[in-house]
């Protein structure tokens, strides 16, 4: 128990006196502000950040001793303080938010079950340690970046399909199962899972994250697809959001305050996620446009005409040249605006009739080029094109910069018919400097990225052009700034932007209310501590 300072208590509210809350609430604000405009912080309804004190957290000795006690927990080989896994823990090539030398765990914690989470997180809660949920470490906006060295939990040895409920679609899985891995299980029996992100990404990083990927536009983001959670909260208590209903009206929808929590809310430790049939008669199609309002003009006609299509995916020239650049693919492209199309039907004939409508569509959009993949190879071909379009994008820009070079990807999301002048307007942003940029997306959702790489000399330009984008995409357009990619540490001002400040301190009760001791994932969404000066 931290000792000696009067500003927090180590037993927290955990001994369920009903006290708790206001003596927290004590504790973590400041006395003096408690009065503002008349009304007591105690009974208003929202947290803003200037009335909150600095949370206090485990010192390096106390987090050696809980580290003796998570031994006895999950077992001496289960805990690592090795250079190479904590840095693993920290970063990523792929994270655009990249972790200071100083941001890494003391610690990983590998539990095998429920069990062993609450019981580490009743330790971490006892000590004041700060916990980051780990899954496949594939988030890029510095979601697992360790601010306060604490632990990082790794959730990959909770790697069990527990139910497979077959003929009510859907499945309870653990929350360290990767996507493909589950994949993999479902395909024999002619079925799939909803949301395609990363690869390696897990369904509790993907559920905290709300992640999609390239078949949301059919299947609906980790919001649509998880039915209920099992979660760990920050002082070891377990819940179950619900059991596995398809519909509910009752109660709170705690399934989808977890949803998208990025691990500052609790620990994610059983998905029940719906699984879909797999497509009949899937067809892949690449069409091909002189210029990029042409290919979002078409996105745009295809979908206000209701045809059925599964996924809709935009690259740009640029994007296009970086993929031919990559030389992982088995043929060049023109590097010309491009959509990718997925579609299918119950018979060839309806796919074929899909097909003429297409055209029909993008003729008016004076498409340059059309084909239909006719075989299985030339379908993978395609569509790993646009799987490799993140790592192509980074590539290209340290061909072109240097190998110092970084990235960051905006993640905006508009209504549809906005999406051709917000894209156009970003292009021509880019194409104003010397930032080497692409853009890409899962454009039928109105989503798309823009991959800027930068060096020392145009970092400013990179951020001019990325902050144009999401204030364009939050105030002109009525859009997000992230549509699927999440907030972590690197886009918490711009979720400011899009909500103002009275909604996040709204979030910020939320999470006080859950997470007292701000002991889960600190810094994340949004900021904890009023000495937080982060930028971003
Ligand atoms: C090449 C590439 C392509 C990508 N494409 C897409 C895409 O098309 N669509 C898309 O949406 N995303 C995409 N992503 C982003 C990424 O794959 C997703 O955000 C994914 O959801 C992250 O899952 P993860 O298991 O890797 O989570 P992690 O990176 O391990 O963690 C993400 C966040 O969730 C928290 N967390 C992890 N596990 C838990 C848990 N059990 N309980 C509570 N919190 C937890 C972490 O603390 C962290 O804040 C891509 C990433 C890469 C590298």
Redo the contacts with the bound molecule.
Sequence with gaps: MTQGNGNHNGNGNRNGNGNGGSIITIIYYKNKNLINNGSSYLTSSTTPLDILLSPKYATKEEIDIAIREFIQIVGDDHVSCLEGDLEHHSD???NAHKALKTQKPRAIVYPSCTQEVSAVMKICHKYHIPV??????????G??VNTRNGIS?D?SR?DRILEFNKNDLDVVCD??V?WQDLNEFLSPHNLMIG????????????????????N?FQFG??KENVIGLE?VLADGTIITTRQRPRKTSAGYNLTGL?IG????L????KVKLKVHVKPENEGIIEIQFESIEDATNSVKNLIQKNIKLNAIELLNNKMMQSLNLSKQLAHIYEEKATLFLKISGASPLITKETIKQIKFVITDNNATYFKVATNDLEKQEIWSAR?L???SAIQYGKSVLGNDAQSISTDVAVPISDLPEIIKLTEHDIEQTDVVGVIVG?VGDGNFHSCLSFNAENEKKAWEIADKCVERAVIQFQGTCS????I?YGKRKYLELELGSQTIDLMRRIKMALDPLRIL?PD?ILKIDPADIGEH
């Design positions: 990523s090539f792929y980051v949920a780990f899954g496949g470490g594939t988030s890029i906006e979601h697992y939990l959730l909770m929350a360290g990767g949301v395609d992100p990363g690869p390696g990404a897990q369904l509790g990083g993907m559920t905290s994250c709300n992640c999609s990927g390239t949301a983001t980790m979660v977890f929590s990025e691990g500052t609790g620990i994610i430790t799987k379009a993140l790592w899962h549509g699927e990619h999440g972590g994932n994340k």
